[in-house]
């Protein structure tokens, strides 16, 4: 098993807490003979050692979390289409960039590195998938769905282990590539569906797997919370879901109010506190599995956690 490059990148901003600081050091670390070998690496290595600040206790002093989601039927469906509007002009310009920020996947360094874009999203799919194999749960799917599917990085890898996978997302743009990319693979057991609202995520139901990751986060709360109730309900019963959410950045208060006042920033990063997770997980009939702090979240003032969760 060897380290992707995604996985070399996760060593750093989890274990030491930073960033790569540049590329030379990201190929030496997929170097390592598998995840274990990078780990302790890590873990050995004299900048760890010296750390008195490790990364999983940051924040644990502060008293105060932002749970506000409250927000009108109006406000929640105005907040995901200024999302939407964001999202569809990234799919014209910078798709593939939009899903992993890496220059090397910008539109004019793309043709040399396309193929290791793909890549990495076999290995992270099956990557997450221990999380399965750890509690003794089949990686066979009848129907899977990548929810915030992109350009089909993850739905394509995820096509292996099902019989019917269905790609979702907010972005016409992105999802005609991932068609194409499928079209040219010769995957037939995979279709991509447009939605344009919260509540077009109703439609589905009976997934038995159903993954999100690094999508949630760019939607303000209330939405956050809404879509990630929805995707538990999509699930089937003894279905499972993994999906990967911010749950703290430091000094943020949301207001419905104020954001939809202001400016849209460019892939902007929200948050929803872990209780306000774990009490949709208890009103969805599901069970939480598993949950992992993950780097996510990229390194700064936030956590980012991805859970497994299953409905019961």
């Known amino acids: 098993m060897t380290v992707s490059r995604d996985e070399a990148i996760y060593a750093y901003r989890l274990i030491l807490g930073r960033e790569p600081e540049n590329e030379d050091v990201i190929e030496h670390a997929m170097t390592a003979e598998n995840l274990a070998a990078l780990r302790t690496t890590f873990l050995e290595s004299p900048e760890f050692v010296r750390s008195r600040d490790l990364p999983i206790w940051r924040f644990i002093n502060e008293a105060h979390i932002d749970r506000n989601i409250d927000c009108a039927p109006g406000e929640l469906e105005a907040m995901f289409e200024r999302i939407a509007r964001e999202w569809r002009s990234l799919g014209e310009t910078e798709p593939h960039w939009s899903v992993i920020t890496n220059e090397d996947f910008l539109q004019g360094n793309l043709a040399a590195h396309k193929e290791r874009f793909f890549r990495g999203g076999e290995k992270a799919i099956d990557s997450y998938l221990n999380f399965l194999r750890r509690e003794g749960i089949s ?174």
């Open 139 to 312: 990686t066979s799917f009848g129907r899977a769905m990548d929810f915030g599917c992109g350009v089909g990085r993850l739905t394509l890898g995820l096509t292996r282990f099902a019989r019917e996978v269905v790609g979702v997302d907010i972005s016409p743009p992105h999802l005609r590539l991932a068609a194409r990319r499928a079209e040219r693979k010769s995957i037939s057991n995979v279709r991509f569906e447009a939605i344009e609202s919260v509540t077009d995520v109703d439609r589905y139901r009976g997934f038995d797997f159903v993954i999100s990751i690094i999508v949630l986060q760019h939607n303000p709360p209330p939405v956050i919370a809404a879509l990630f109730g929805k995707l538990l309900a999509a699930l089937a019963q003894g279905g499972v879901a993994i999906i990967q959410i911010p749950t703290y950045i430091q000094g943020r208060y949301f207001s419905t109010a104020d954001y939809l006042e202001s400016a849209a920033p460019q892939m902007e990063m929200h948050a929803l506190a872990q209780s306000i997770i774990y009490r949709i997980i208890e009103q969805s009939g599901c069970r939480l599995v598993e949950v992992r702090e993950d780097g996510a979240a990229g390194h700064g003032p936030a956590i980012s956690h991805t859970f497994c969760i299953q409905r019961r």
